[in-house]
Structures are given as C-alpha cells and as structure tokens.
T-cell receptor
Framework: DVKVTQSSRYLVKRTGEKVFLECVQDMDHENMFWYRQDPGLGLRLIYFSYDVKMKEKGDIPEGYSVSREKKERFSLILESASTNQTSMYLC????????????FGSGTRLTVV | SQQGEEDPQALSIQEGENATMNCSYKTSINNLQWYRQNSGRGLVHLILIRSNEREKHSGRLRVTLDTSKKSSSLLITASRAADTASYFCATVATSGTYKYIFGTGTRLKVLA
C-alpha cells in the first residue's frame, strides 16, 4: 500500500527550539509539499519541491525552511519555534503534472509552548 | 491565497439522506479535486474532474463541474455515519504550476 509517512503524530516543543518534521514517501513521486492547517484558514502551502535539492516558497514560508536531499524525503524545519507555529502540519506528494491528486500523510500536530 | 471556497461551511443530515457540497474558485483551472479529512487526520483523495469534463461518478460520489460559473459540487448519496468528515475542494491552475490550492472545507455530520 503506497503511502506518505510523517515521523510524529504529536509533538510538543519549547519556544526557541529548532524543530524537524520529517516526511517520507514510497511512491517515487517527484513533487512533495508541506502545508499547515489552522481552524478557519484551511490549508496553507509553506514550501514545495519538484525535485531533489530543489525547493520553492509557498504562501507562508516565513519562519520555515526545508530540505530535500533524497527523492523520498522532504523535511520541514522550524528554525526557532514560536507559539504561532502551533498547528497541524501536513505533508503530501504527487506525480508530475498535477493530474493525479495528492497523497497525504497522517499529519503532525505540533504544539509550541 | 485561498482559491476554493466551499459552501456550506457545515452540514448536518440524517443517515440515508443525500449531502451536497459546493465549491467556487476564481481562476482558470486544469482540474478540480475533492478530498475528505477525518478528524485529526490527513486528507484522502476522493475524485478528480478535469476541466473538459462536466460530471464524474465514483461509487456514491457524484461530482459536477461548471467552468463557466467556476463552480463544482460534490454529492454523496445515501449517506452513512462513516461519511462524517470535512470535505475540501482543491484546484490546479492552468498557469503551469503543480500547486493545489485548497478551500476551507465543509464539515459534514451524518447522524445515525
């Protein structure tokens, strides 16, 4: 069964910590995405990647960075976590062309205290 | 930026009834997709309709697309308690990007 795996379902971190959210897909997809989901705001795109070592900013990249050293892995990094980054983080992957839909991971609910 | 807007924001129906959700978008699209999200989980892809299609079926799901009105609807027939979830539409613009833009979702509650 093909899937996208996010390393943690729940995470609690302290303000100022550096936080790594990991996402791995086993579908050989070129495209990978990080979204955050907040009540009333829907899903907002943070960063995406079309290929290894490639990244592009989404709509809300401030306070985040990403790394894609291997095709199957796309990491989201919170350089210095803040309370306004408390959210549900969703990773997704897709094949090229945008014609087949995303496959999402189960999400990581991050709380920054 | 949010392209898709679902309507209604919340819907509560009895088991066995049909549920209809609508999605409006702003720019020209390549395709439109519907996703389901159970509480606290990731989104699951339900169905994709291309810009040159008007209607598509998958099991109890029926999706229509009206590109002249920039709108789509998702109909779930004979709803079940297990259909309780949030439903999102997502669009892919024709501008060459592969980014999907999601709406804010419709929360569906099916009462047993």
């Amino acid at each position: 069964d093909v899937k996208v795996t996010q390393s943690s379902r729940y995470l609690v971190k302290r303000t100022g910590e550096k936080v790594f959210l990991e996402c791995v897909q086993d579908m050989d997809h070129e495209n990978m995405f990080w979204y955050r989901q907040d009540p009333g705001l829907g899903l907002r795109l943070i960063y995406f990647s079309y290929d290894v070592k490639m990244k592009e900013k989404g709509d809300i990249p401030e306070g985040y960075s990403v790394s894609r050293e291997k095709k199957e892995r796309f990491s989201l990094i919170l350089e210095s976590a803040s309370t306004n980054q408390t959210s549900m983080y969703l990773c997704a992957s897709s094949s090229p062309g945008g014609n087949y839909g995303y496959t999402f991971g189960s999400g990581t609910r991050l709380t920054v205290v | 930026s949010q392209q898709g807007e679902e309507d209604p924001q919340a819907l509560s129906i009895q088991e066995g009834e049909n549920a209809t959700m609508n999605c409006s978008y702003k720019t020209s699209i390549n395709n439109l997709q519907w996703y389901r999200q159970n509480s606290g989980r990731g989104l699951v892809h339900l169905i994709l309709i291309r810009s040159n299609e008007r209607e598509k079926h998958s099991g109890r799901l029926r999706v229509t697309l009206d590109t002249s009105k920039k709108s789509s609807s998702l109909l779930i027939t004979a709803s079940r308690a297990a259909d309780t979830a949030s439903y999102f539409c997502a669009t892919v613009a024709t501008s060459g990007t592969y980014k999907y833009i999601f709406g804010t979702g419709t929360r569906l509650k099916v009462l047993a």
